[in-house]
């Protein structure tokens, strides 16, 4: 019997990556799912604590932290344009601003958890049990993301990145916007609604 053509084979072993990591973030919409959903529970059992709560969120310390997530999604794109060109230099210095402005989204979560502890908010409150939870769960994507980010280059200075072969990039893209657009959805949710 005949090998499969890697090139023309429905799963190609170059094509795994790319379906390994939609398989996972699709467990993470599961995940994220389930947690938005019991924080509306908790919201729906006891909606004069929600309201007293959010009165300590710092709405625009929160956008301007979202303004900077979403700029470095938008790092991502010009990083993977820049690779497809060749221009390798300027993915480095693509991927070092998303490790900066993912740094400094964690540092404005971190500002904001400590400002809200100050007043009094943390796990143990019916509000901040699942609001830290999945704003900490999220955070932690956050670092794996920028771990992530740091061993790619440690891949662009070996030059495993190459106009022909990106496909690390690539995943990496894909797993960013998907950190991204969870935080829109839990900006949403937890300070516009």
């Known amino acids: 019997m005949a090998e499969p053509n890697l ?4 799963l190609a072993h170059r094509d795994n990556p790319k379906l390994a ?24 059992r006891a909606p004069a604590d929600f309201i007293a709560a959010k009165a300590h969120l710092s709405i625009p310390l929160i956008a ?3 303004f900077v997530l979403i700029l470095s999604s938008f790092m991502v794109v010009q990083g ?6 060749g221009r390798q230099a300027a993915l ?24 809200l502890y100050r007043d009094g908010i943390w796990f ?17 994507h956050v670092l794996v993301g920028l771990i992530w980010c ?14 022909s072969r990106h496909l690390g990039i690539e995943t990496f893209g894909l797993y960013w916007h998907f950190v991204d657009v969870v935080w829109i959805v839990l900006f949403t949710f937890f300070y516009l609604i």
């Open 150 to 163: 740091a061993y790619l280059q440690f891949g662009i200075r070996k030059g495993a990145y190459t106009q």
């Open 21 to 44: 990591i939609w398989l996972y973030l699709g467990g993470d919409v599961v995940l994220f799912g389930t947690l938005i959903l019991t924080y509306w529970m908790f919201r729906l």
């Open 64 to 66: 301007l932290n979202t």
């Open 80 to 85: 993977l344009e820049a690779v497809r060109d």
């Open 124 to 140: 143990s409150s019916i509000f901040g049990t699942p609001f830290f939870t999945i704003t900490g769960l999220h955070g932690s």
């Open 92 to 115: 480095r210095n693509y991927l070092f601003a998303v490790m900066a402005l993912g740094a400094l989204f964690v540092g404005g979560q971190a500002f904001e958890w400590s400002s």
């Open 7 to 10: 090139r023309t084979a429905p």
